[in-house]
C-alpha cells in the first residue's frame, strides 16, 4: 500500500506533493538519492509531481522526478533550521534534538500554514523562494493536507 508522511493537494484535490520525513542528520548526497529512489521502486509512496525528503539538518526538494531508473538529484537542497524556526520552541537549540513524530509536527505546521497563507513572492525571505521559484507554493496554495496515522 502506498503511503506518504504527508500528502498535500491541490484545492481541486490533485495529489500535488508527497514528504517523506526521516530523523537522520548528516545524510550524504547519495544517501538522499537512494532513498528517494527506494520510496519509489518499492511504491512506498505515491507519484506526485513534487517530492520533499525532510531531515534534521536539510529539506530536500524534487520537481517531476518520479523515475525510479536513476539515482536523481535533488532539484533544491533548503536548510531545515531555516524554513522551521519559526516553530521551534525557545529551549530547542537544534531540530536534530527532536524526535521523528515532533519533527513530523513540525513540518505538518509549516505545511498547513503555508497551504493557508497568501504568500507574496516579494514579501518572503530569501529561505523561502524556492517555494516560487519551484512552484510548488502555486501547486498547494488553498489546498489541503493528509498526514499518515502511524500506530
Do not use: C
Given at each position: ?13 490533485k495529489?500535488?506533493?508527497v514528504v517523506?520525513?526521516?530523523n537522520k542528520?548528516?545524510?550524504s548526497a ?9 520510496l519509489?521502486?518499492?511504491?512506498v509512496?505515491?507519484?506526485s ?12 526538494l ?5 523515475s ?5 538529484s535533488?532539484d ?21 534534538e ?9 513540518v505538518t505546521?509549516?505545511?498547513e500554514?503555508?497551504v ?13 523562494q524556492?517555494?516560487?521559484d519551484?512552484g510548488?507554493y ?14
Amino acid at each position: 500500500m502506498r503511503r506518504a508522511d504527508v500528502a498535500v493537494y491541490s484545492p481541486d484535490g490533485k495529489l500535488q506533493l508527497v514528504v517523506e520525513i526521516k530523523n537522520k542528520s548528516g545524510a550524504s548526497a547519495e544517501w538522499v538519492a537512494q532513498m528517494r529512489r527506494n520510496l519509489l521502486v518499492h511504491a512506498v509512496i505515491p507519484p506526485s509531481p513534487y517530492f520533499l525528503l525532510v531531515l534534521p539538518d536539510f529539506f530536500y526538494l524534487w520537481i517531476d522526478a518520479m523515475s525510479v531508473h536513476e539515482l536523481a538529484s535533488p532539484d533544491y537542497q533548503i536548510k531545515a533550521a531555516e524554513v522551521l524556526a519559526p516553530y521551534l520552541r525557545p529551549s530547542t537549540q537544534s531540530l536534530k534534538e527532536l524526535n521523528e513524530y515532533s519533527l513530523e509536527l513540525l513540518v505538518t505546521s509549516w505545511l498547513e500554514d503555508l497551504v493557508g497563507t497568501d504568500l507574496q513572492q516579494d514579501k518572503v525571505g530569501p529561505h523561502l523562494q524556492w517555494l516560487f521559484d519551484s512552484g510548488l507554493y502555486e501547486a498547494i496554495r488553498h489546498g489541503s493536507i493528509t498526514i499518515e496515522a502511524t500506530a
